[in-house]
């Protein structure tokens, strides 16, 4: 063919045509449902038959929720609307939980005091957000986060404040003493010759010196006894300091169940293993019943601070499992190129080879945190009063004997909030710092 005949004939196009917009089969709601809900017929079978079953089971259940007994003041009541409107005894009666709300909120708390378990919850928040959102908050206010697990127990047991800045003053007498034995030694025994003149503090002057401030200055909130914390307050107590405490733990007994000093971590491998093949049931009774008689006679040991040693002990060992997880998954280049820049161990897990191990880990700590909330209903087992505790105590009441699902979905209602938040912030957090494979 010439180049002439090629130059009259046109087979391209040499005009474009203008965009136009993708079919709506294909896009928005009505392409999910085509791509996702009857791409086939099986797939179209099995969505018929199971919005057939969801449209069933509403038509069974919201005319139990929607149930006009929020005004009702006992069961007996509640039958005897249901009657009245011809309901013949179906229907939730949701007036228990208007009748005991804040009991399951906040126990046997004194209600003139409601306000500091709310202000303790709301610090919690302030506290928690320099922490949980870096760079969008102040840096200052993390000074406020290391105040805050001091202001908490003040807060909730009350008594004189001079006791918290007691407890702080033990971490300025240890840094005290560590500048002055690092002038004359090494900086290993300083950091131990500090760390036990902060625990000789703790043990034996805090107590003297708080109580003799007090009697100059008496600064004091009423105080409150054990006895009375119970409901979500007393699960959130202890969840919060058991999270809070178990991470630092387990990083600590991660690094040393790898270390290559025998003692070391032969003992952190005897901690996670016996820890992590008993019960929590078990730790629990032992913190209730058995550790009592290993102590002083007149000893008052809290029964709450009991189980937050324990459950915090508990959800450490497997904090301490998953982050050596996490160690693990980091390539061997990680710990040759620390090496290589002449980075000694500490600087090294600091910098480079603990933050990714976190980064790694984040799905499997954030799980862990949220069994270990949920675990906190076990102390209902040894006679403290948690939601499903007291929700057991108000059945066994006669104007609310018979009742039973109301309470226990209130219940879950509010773990599945706190349980769902965690599980948000954990897939905020992964997007944030591009965890995984893009």
Not at 83 to 106: K, N, P, S, T, Y
Not at 239 to 245: F, K, L, T
Not at 396 to 409: H, K
Request: hydrophobic share 55%; aromatic share 14%; net charge neutral.
């Amino acid at each position: 063919m010439s180049n002439t005949h090629a130059d009259t004939v046109l087979y391209v196009r040499d005009t474009m045509l203008p965009q136009s917009e993708p079919p709506a089969s294909t896009i928005g709601p009505a392409g999910w449902a085509k791509q996702n809900l009857f791409s086939g017929w099986l797939n179209t079978l099995l969505t018929v038959v199971s919005a057939a079953f969801v449209v069933f089971l509403l038509y069974r259940l919201l005319p139990w929720f929607i149930s006009p007994t929020w005004g009702s003041d006992s069961l007996s009541s509640c039958r005897a609307l249901f009657e009245e409107i011809g309901r013949d005894h179906e229907g939730a009666c949701w007036g228990v939980i208007r009748d005991r709300w804040q009991q399951l909120l906040f126990g046997f708390y004194p209600a003139e005091l409601y306000w500091r378990p709310i202000l303790s919850l709301i610090l919690l928040m302030v506290a928690l957000a320099p922490v949980l959102f870096v760079g969008k908050v102040p840096a200052k206010m993390l000074i406020f986060s290391v105040i805050y697990p001091f202001m908490l127990p003040w807060l909730l047991w009350g008594g004189t404040v001079w006791m918290p800045i007691a407890v702080i003053a033990g971490f300025g007498v240890g840094y005290l003493v560590f500048k002055l034995v690092a002038k004359v030694g090494p900086g290993g025994l300083a950091a131990i010759v500090a760390t036990l003149a902060t625990v000789l503090w703790w043990l034996f002057l805090t107590a003297p010196v708080a109580y003799g401030l007090a009697s100059v200055l008496p600064l004091a909130l009423e105080p409150v006894a054990s006895r009375q914390f119970g409901g979500f307050m007393l699960s959130v107590t202890i969840g919060v300091v058991a999270i809070a405490c178990s991470l630092p733990i387990g990083i600590v007994l991660a690094l040393g169940r790898r270390s290559d000093l025998p003692l070391v971590k032969w003992l952190c491998v005897g901690f996670i293993e016996f820890i992590r093949g008993v019960p929590l049931i078990t730790l629990l009774f032992v913190a209730s019943v058995l550790l009592n008689i290993f102590l002083p006679p007149g000893t008052n040991f809290d029964i709450i601070l009991r189980v937050m040693i324990m459950t915090t002990l508990f959800a450490s060992a497997y904090m301490a499992e998953v982050i050596r997880g996490g160690l693990a998954a980091l390539p061997k280049g990680q710990y040759e190129g620390a090496d290589s820049l002449g980075l000694d161990y500490w600087q090294a897990q600091r910098l480079i080879i603990m933050p990714q191990a976190l980064k790694i880990s984040i799905p499997g700590i954030v799980s862990t945190f949220i069994g270990v909330f949920k675990d906190t209903t076990l102390v209902s087992i040894i006679g403290l009063l948690d939601p499903l505790g007291l929700a057991n105590a108000i059945r066994a009441d006669t104007d609310w004997n018979g009742i039973y699902w109301e309470l226990f979905l209130f219940i879950g209602a509010v773990f599945f909030i706190f349980c769902f938040s965690m599980s948000r912030y954990s897939m905020y957090l992964e997007r944030k710092l591009q965890t995984g494979h893009r």
